[in-house]
Each structure stands twice: as structure tokens, then as C-alpha cells.
């Protein structure tokens, strides 16, 4: 397995397993608010997604994440605290 395959298959079980954390705890919210966009759908820019329905922050304000696709090798994750 050369290193960009073992980097593509890293990022695909992240992606994998963040799909799969998101179909449960939807499912114990009780749904998705809205469809998410497909990733294909995201321009290559910094795109801010917010789910709507019951989600939110530690404080009370809506929850969204942000996302930016690009090359398959590179993955940023950034959790930020607070």
C-alpha cells in the first residue's frame, strides 16, 4: 500500500465513521433538520453548514461547522474549544 492510498483510505474511514456518528445521533434527535449537502455540491471554498432543527452549542447558539473540500491527502480537523 504506497503512502497516498494508506492517506486515502485514513481520510475515508474518518469520513466513514463521522457519517455514521451523524446517522446515529440524528436518529436519537429525532432526524435530520434539513439535507446536508452532498460534498460533491460544496464549492472549494470555506462553507459554513448549519444543521438547524434541536442542535446547538454549550451556550445556547445555533451549532455549525465548516467546511472546505480539497485534495483527498490532506485532511484539517480543528475542534474549537470554549
Given at each position: 500500500?504506497?503512502?497516498?492510498?494508506?492517506?486515502?483510505?485514513?481520510t475515508?474511514?474518518?469520513?466513514?465513521?463521522?457519517a455514521?456518528?451523524?446517522g446515529a445521533w440524528?436518529?436519537?434527535?429525532?432526524?435530520p433538520?434539513e439535507?446536508?449537502p452532498?460534498?460533491?455540491?460544496i464549492?472549494?471554498?470555506w462553507?459554513?453548514?448549519?444543521?438547524?432543527g434541536?442542535?446547538s452549542?454549550?451556550?445556547?447558539?445555533?451549532f455549525?461547522?465548516h467546511?472546505?473540500?480539497?485534495?483527498?491527502?490532506?485532511l484539517?480537523?480543528?475542534?474549537n474549544?470554549?
Amino acid at each position: 500500500m504506497t503512502a497516498d492510498t494508506s492517506k486515502f483510505t485514513a481520510t475515508l474511514g474518518f469520513v466513514a465513521i463521522a457519517a455514521v456518528a451523524w446517522g446515529a445521533w440524528t436518529t436519537m434527535r429525532g432526524g435530520p433538520a434539513e439535507a446536508l449537502p452532498a460534498l460533491a455540491a460544496i464549492e472549494p471554498v470555506w462553507t459554513t453548514i448549519a444543521p438547524g432543527g434541536e442542535t446547538s452549542c454549550a451556550l445556547g447558539t445555533p451549532f455549525e461547522f465548516h467546511v472546505k473540500p480539497g485534495a483527498s491527502d490532506r485532511l484539517f480537523v480543528f475542534l474549537n474549544g470554549g
